[in-house]
Every structure is written in C-alpha cells, then in structure tokens.
C-alpha cells in the first residue's frame, strides 16, 4: 500500500526566512509526483509535477525537487501570503490516484 | 476558463435523507475523480471514472455511495441514509487524460444534522 508521510506537521517562519517541506513516499512505481497548495475552505491548487528523481521546477518563491524516496519543497524569503497547507500526493504508474500526505501547514508571519 | 465547477458548496442534510453532489470537469476533460476530506484528516481518493464508466472505485464505501459520469451532464456522488460520519468536504477533481495534471474544485461541504 502507498505510504506517504509529510513532515514537518506544522511550520511557523518569519518573513523572508526560508526552509524546506520534507514529502516521503513510498510506491510500487511512480508515474510523478504532485504538490498542490491548499487554502482553508478552498479546493487543493495545482503546484508542480515532478517525474523523474533529480528533477527540478520553481514557480516564483517556490522550488520542488525529487529523489527516488522523497521530493522537497523549498520556500526562499516567504512572504505572508504563501501561508496555506502544502500537500504532497504521489501517483503510481498503475493507475491514477493521487495518495495524499497529511500536509505541512505553513504559516509565514510578517 | 472555467475550471472544475461543483455544487452545492454547502449542503446540509438531516440524518436518513439523500445528498447529491455535482462536478462539472474542466472543459475537454473526460476524467473525473472523487476525495473526501473529513475534518481534521487529509485527502482519501474515493472514485475514478471515465465518460459512462467507473475505472477504480476502490475508495468508496460498500454501502450507500455510489458516483456516475454520464455521457452527457455533470458526475455526480450520491449518498444515501447520511449519518453524521459523512459530513465532510468532497472533491471533485479532473484530468484530459490519466498522465496529465489533475485539477481540483472548490468543493463541496456535506453537513450531516
């Protein structure tokens, strides 16, 4: 069965402070890996698809990298607006569910 | 572009009666999947399926759910009997094809009283 544990729970940083999201996964075969954004209330926001492991994709403060176990999530100078949950699914070459983490709740204070 | 469209976003129903949930996928999407997020808890997949068929429904319970996609019209999930486990966010998602990006709605709010 698909495993997949997101860590840390919950981040609190200082704008402008970076860090990075941690995602490990466990599949029999992964087609790619997914992070969305998710707001409270909201539906989850397509992030970023990473397929092979040494992959690389940046969308403006955010970078997303994957290896054969894991994929980071690096957030550079944080702004207040980039708090929300950042979840994590990896989907199997098998099919086309995504499994979800529990997410890592960010919340950037100005 | 309009994106996934679901309605009703809130929707209380009293213990016993029926809820139906509707998405509309993204315009030239033929894939439409469900999640359910119950409070407190992340994201479980549900149901897959493909215009007039259900490819994985793996995630959905024995009894009382059932979800369709038919040729014409929105996918619907339908609950019967809710109990107050029920309440949750549902989540209607879709893709143009299994390898491509999934995209999600806002979702639905199921309040079970």
């Known amino acids: 069965e698909d495993q997949v544990t997101q860590s840390p729970e919950a981040l609190r940083l200082q704008e402008g402070e970076s860090s990075s999201l941690n995602c490990s996964y466990t599949?029999?075969?992964?087609?790619?890996l997914f992070w969305y954004r998710q707001d409270p209330g909201k539906g989850p926001e397509f992030l970023f698809t990473?397929?092979?492991a040494g992959e690389e994709k940046e969308k403006e403060r955010l970078k997303a990298t994957l290896t054969k176990k894991e994929s980071f999530l690096h957030i550079t100078a944080p702004k207040p607006e980039d708090s929300a949950t950042y979840l994590c699914a990896p989907q199997e070459t098998s099919g086309s569910r995504l499994t979800f983490g529990e997410g890592t709740q960010l919340t950037v204070n100005p | 572009n309009a994106g996934v469209m679901q309605n009703p976003r809130h929707l209380v129903r009293r213990r016993g009666q029926e809820a139906r949930l509707r998405c509309s996928p993204v315009?030239?999407?033929?894939?439409v999947y469900w999640y359910r997020q119950l409070p407190e808890e992340g994201l479980k997949f549900m149901v897959y399926l493909q215009k007039e068929n259900i490819i994985d429904e793996s995630g959905m319970p024995k009894e009382r759910f059932s979800a369709e996609f038919p040729k014409e019209g929105p996918s619907i999930l339908r609950i019967q009997q809710v109990v107050r486990g029920d309440s949750a966010a549902y989540f209607c998602?879709?893709?143009?094809?299994?390898?491509?990006?999934?995209?999600f709605g806002e979702g639905s709010w199921l309040t079970v009283v």
């Open positions: 599949v029999s075969g992964l087609r790619g």
């Open positions: 315009k030239g999407h033929s894939h």
């Open positions: 990473l397929y092979s």
């Open positions: 998602a879709s893709s143009r094809s299994r390898e491509n990006t999934i995209y």
